[in-house]
């Protein structure tokens, strides 16, 4: 431990020195990840975020913001070639349509580069002039990053523990049925082998619809070009030391090609370049979706942020050589469906649920945060007359029917341990309250020059994210 301790100074202290020779002779480079699971609002982030840097109207908890620092961000080309450009156009014009609609969740990874012109302040205002910082933000989904966990396990390990999470989940029992009648030592069907392929993923889109955030292996979910192919043609089975040629020797060959060619790659290229990380949770979602959607999200979210530690096996050693990502944010998304009395509860349920992943991270030296936000405010806050008194509300646009309605998801509570306690004791349900959640339209803009569109504490995450380089 102390030789690695000294080993990971010496690296960072390398590090810092090549950022001093450098940094008079390029413009500094931010590289900030973006990933949460499905429907956390990644692709809202970004678009609002980006819209928001450019003009920072709303923006006064980012202090370079503030204080005039940002003299101007413009996009530019970005410099992966190969990687497809974030859609920030498209999905911005979505939300601010006459009549708004959501924009398409994120599907693939993509990037995008936004420059910001900065004035230095302070006492180095009058040595130099304005520079050029590079925000590159890498977009990929979050169900990609939980397959790190999968380089650690064999596929006997794997199917076991899939087959466990199945027993409790929905479409589960269907595929337990039609595993149960499988002779994995019998010679390779390949129709047999896509047909449990096809159940087993149809299981995984029925959990992931539920609630349930940890849905392995991901591309199962977000196939992308890889649909069909044998790389995503195996599913879990019982048993293992299958002969040669048989179905389970076949199926446990597939999972480690899966791991080596789909699962590596990503996180060499792509992952271990990353310098902040904002991880977008659905807390509410998972809250509504009862005690068990709420342990799996933690233990889901314990699982992706153990992916920031390097060392963690000897490939992460290979491909972190020694770097850290100096800061991550855990925000939990869609705050405009509460009040803003309970926001103080939201956050703090969201540093409870998140306190194994935080102290993996801690430990691997990063900076981390956890608040509430909405990138996008779809709601305005009311009080209404109940029968037990005033209650406070938000009011928006329902999705489905596009009627206003005021909405109370119930009564957070302020001590997160009266929801945790149920959640890890594996409680069918909540014992004092019934959560609920609303989908809500986004609302129609009517912007003033320089403002970008209306969000609650996006300025104080670009701040916790990228203020200090600014």
Not at 103 to 114: A, D, F, K, M, V
Not at 160 to 187: I, M
Request: net charge neutral; charged share 25%; aromatic share 8%.
């Amino acid at each position: 431990m102390v030789i690695a301790a000294i080993a990971d100074r010496i690296t960072r202290s390398v590090e810092t020195i090549s950022d001093t020779l450098t940094t008079p002779f390029s413009d500094p480079v931010i590289r900030l990840g973006v990933t949460g699971l499905s429907r956390a609002g990644k692709t809202v982030f970004i678009t609002s975020l980006v819209a928001n840097l450019m003009d920072r109207g709303r923006m006064p908890q980012l202090r370079a913001a503030a204080n005039g620092a940002i003299r101007a961000a413009y996009l530019q080309p970005q410099p992966d070639d190969t990687l497809p450009r974030f859609e920030y156009e498209t999905h911005l014009a979505n939300l601010t349509a006459q009549d708004p609609v959501w924009p398409e969740g994120t599907r693939q990874i993509s990037e995008l580069r936004l420059s910001l012109r900065v004035q230095p302040t302070g006492l180095l205002s009058g040595l130099s002039g304005p520079r050029t910082v590079h925000l590159d933000i890498v977009d990929y989904p979050g169900e990609w990053l939980l397959d790190l966990g999968l380089l650690d396990l064999s596929f006997a390990e794997w199917s076991a523990a899939a087959l466990h999470r199945a027993e409790n989940r929905p479409g589960g029992a269907d595929y337990l049925a039609s595993v149960s009648g499988v002779q994995a030592a019998e010679p390779l069907d390949e129709p047999q082998a896509q047909a449990l392929a096809t159940l087993f993923t149809t299981h995984l889109q029925a959990a992931r619809q539920a609630g349930y955030s940890d849905c392995t292996p991901g591309r199962f979910l977000l196939p992308g070009d890889l649909a069909g192919s044998p790389v995503l043609t195996f599913a879990p089975l019982p048993g293992e030391n299958f002969p040669r040629k048989s179905l389970g020797r076949e199926f446990e060959r597939r999972f480690e090609s899966y791991k080596r060619n789909v699962v590596r790659p990503f996180f060499k290229d792509h992952f271990s370049r990353i310098d902040r990380q904002i991880v977008l949770i659905d807390v509410l979602g998972a809250i509504h979706a009862g005690p068990k959607a709420v342990e799996d999200l933690r233990s889901a979210m314990a699982e992706i942020l153990g992916a920031f530690r390097p060392g963690r096996n000897a490939f992460l050693s290979r491909i972190f050589n020694g770097r850290r990502v100096e800061k991550i944010l855990f925000a939990a998304t869609k705050a405009d469906h509460l009040h803003h009395a309970q926001h103080p509860q939201l956050t703090a349920i969201t540093e409870a649920l998140l306190r194994d992943a935080r102290d993996r991270a801690d430990f691997a030296g990063a900076k981390t945060a956890a608040m509430s936000i909405a990138a996008l405010r779809t709601t305005v806050e009311e009080t209404v007359d109940h029968a037990d008194g005033p209650l406070d509300v938000v009011r928006g646009r329902l999705l489905d029917s596009g009627k206003q309605a005021a909405f109370y998801p119930g009564a957070l509570p302020h001590d997160p341990q009266h929801l945790l306690a149920s959640a890890r004791d594996g409680a069918e349900r909540w014992l004092d309250q019934d959560y609920q959640v609303m989908r809500f339209s986004p609302a129609p803009l009517t912007l003033r020059p320089g403002d970008g569109p209306p969000h609650i504490r996006l300025d104080k995450a670009a701040e916790f994210l990228i203020g200090d380089k600014l």
